[in-house]
């Protein structure tokens, strides 16, 4: 049930004329039946008609017409871009939902229901009763090597993904090894193949989840969806096989030797430092008192 | 001995205009068939019909499967046709862009086929890509070169390692020599002549270069206005055709 105007306290006058999470109820009706087809044929891409949205394309406009279609006012919303919750990306769509949806919000993985991110899974493992929602720049794996969408499509249809492990092969020939590091091709359960999203392929192993996983790309006009306990194998060779790669060094903050690193560089001496591309993760571990190399404890860091 | 492919009147029509029309042949295991005529006679018409990249009016396109013997290939299911066209057909292309990946390696090229059908070992496909690479005659130094950077003759042959490296049966090409100098075709036509006994392909070639089929083609058949209108032994219609236009074609006023 959408909230009426008076019980949304974080809504100010110019958004008053909004529908709850902004899109109108024929098109959210229209989105969910989009997922729910998408949930129905896991990895296959549901056409939808994607609806303008006050941010343009590139800032996640699929994944915020997901989200707006997926929330209900119970949720607690998260929102993640690269793993962190404060940059300008992740702070405007929080934003935007607070006021369109009045949605409580959070940080803290573990306290959200509807996660959306972009390029990251989040660390800590997702449950069942929680949504994790992608944002997608590009939904079609095998676009890198057939431009023709009529093509593509006949591809998947008749599952003729030759092509993808082309990709890989070249791949391996001009680096030695199969460098693709981020949006690295996954079959779902062995049926189709699927981009998901730029997540560096650290994070693939983690999408055989107990959360619901759904992808919008909003200039494309596509939804996708993976449903809980789902197979996901990305794709490789017998004498390449895929490895979930990361930077070989534990945090310098949290001293965590399992999460996705970011390289950062700290002086103009090119000093640099290994932190958690999960910025709540990290948090978690400082509060439970793990130290890092170049980490101080909590409080006085707080300070 | 059973024919390997058994074609029953075949008809396209563009509209009005004939495309081909009534076109019956049967082709045997080992046969090479040539297809000349002047230009818009529907050589191209017809291939396409036979290799299930055009859908013809009417007719039937059997071919012997290894799976189930005469299937006709016009009313089978389009996953088992595609299937076909990347096991057991091969289609060289007169223009070698429409029958390559212009931005992936000569060997990503020519490992493809092996890949659409579930090779999983690198090290195996890139082995099977150097030797296809090498038995057309490309050095195994150009296997990670694309092919933007290959002369035109070189092209050719890469897109005929390309359709040979899966060992199809049945190979259907369009004017391959066309296009390329006489030098570089004669290389060309050599190259593919060993190929087809070393391999005992069965082929189906169109061409307007009566040089082509006499090398190449075991038997001919003669296209005019999307009909035909003679077919015998390569070498029998050559030196005695029946057709008087065959028999203009042959007296050379017609060659290209
Ligand atoms: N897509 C098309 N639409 C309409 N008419 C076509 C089409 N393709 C071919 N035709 C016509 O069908 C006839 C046969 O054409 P086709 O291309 O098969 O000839 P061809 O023998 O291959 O000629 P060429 O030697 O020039 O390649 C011609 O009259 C041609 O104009
Ligand atoms: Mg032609
Ligand atoms: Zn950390």
Known sequence: MALSGENRPYLDHSMADYNFAYLDEQTKRMIRRAILKGLAIPGYQVPFASREMPMPYGWGTGGVQVTAAALTPDDTLKVIDQGADDTTNAVSIRKFFEKTAGVATTEET??????????????EDLREDQILVYQVPIPEPLRFLEPSEVETRKMHSLEEYGLMHVK???????????ATAYAYPVKVEGRYVMDPSPIPKFDNPKMEMAAIQL???GREQRIYAVPPHTQVVSLDFDDYPFEASKADAPCDLCGAEDSYLD???????????????????CTGRRKAGHIGAQGTAFEEDAA | MTPLLKVQNIQKLYGKRIGCTDVSFDLYPGEVMGIVGESGSGKSTLLNCLAGHLA???????????????????TMSEPERRMLSRTDWAFVHQHARDGLRMNVSAGGNVGERLMAVGARHYGDIRDQAIDWLGRVEIQESRVDDRPTQFSGGMQQRLQIARNLVTGPRLVFMDEPTGGLDVSVQARLLDLLRGLVREMGLSAIIVTHDLAVVRLLAD??????????????LTDQVLDDPQHAYTQLLVSSVLQV
């Open chain 1, 110 to 123: 573990g306290q959200a229901s509807v996660i959306q991110t972009r390029h990251r899974i989040p660390e």
């Open chain 1, 168 to 178: 890989l092969y070249e791949d391996i020939s001009r680096h030695g090894a199969i």
């Open chain 1, 215 to 217: 992808f919008g790309a």
């Open chain 1, 263 to 281: 390289e950062v560089i700290m002086d103009d001496a090119g000093t640099r430092m290994f932190v958690c591309s999960d910025t709540d993760y």
């Open chain 2, 56 to 74: 013809p009016d009417a007719g039937e396109v059997m071919f012997d499967t290894r799976a189930e013997g005469m299937k006709d290939t016009v």
């Open chain 2, 219 to 232: 038997r001919l058949m003669v296209m005019k206005d999307g009909h035909v209108v003679e077919t015998g």
